[in-house]
């Protein structure tokens, strides 16, 4: 499989937003039916999960960012959203975006979230 393509990252300051992407290129025939989550990974640490989205727009959220990151969709467009607010230097990471497990992507480069003053 394709992998999916993330942009968006950027070195921010406490405090600050940003808005990723998740878009599927030649891989969106099916994209639309899965769920869709958005990971990270920060140096030295596992890959850890943040957030997922349905194809109905159910959402869940890890509790580190619970009420400050909001994840969307637009099916049409095949592209999935992250919404960071009030990004702390521990949101520090690489994000990725690929389906919940089973994976049906192979995983992308990512884009590179940095937060600091």
């Known amino acids: 499989q394709v992998p999916l393509v993330e942009s968006g990252g950027g070195l921010v300051q406490p405090g600050g937003s940003l808005r990723l992407s998740c878009a599927a290129s030649?891989?969106?025939?099916?994209?639309?039916?899965?769920?869709i989550a958005w990971y990270r990974q920060a140096p030295g640490k596992e890959r850890e999960q943040v957030a997922s989205?349905?194809?109905?727009?159910?959402?869940d959220y890890a509790n580190s960012v619970k009420g400050r990151f909001t994840i969307s969709r637009d099916n049409a467009k095949n592209m999935v959203y992250l919404q960071m607010n009030s990004l702390k230097p521990e949101d520090t990471a690489v994000y990725f975006c690929?389906?919940?497990?089973?994976?049906?992507?192979?995983w992308g480069l990512g884009t590179q979230v940095a937060v600091s003053s």
């Open positions: 989205i349905t194809s109905s727009a159910a959402t």
């Open positions: 030649v891989s969106g025939r099916m994209f639309r039916f899965y769920t």
């Open positions: 690929n389906t919940i497990p089973p994976l049906r992507y192979t």
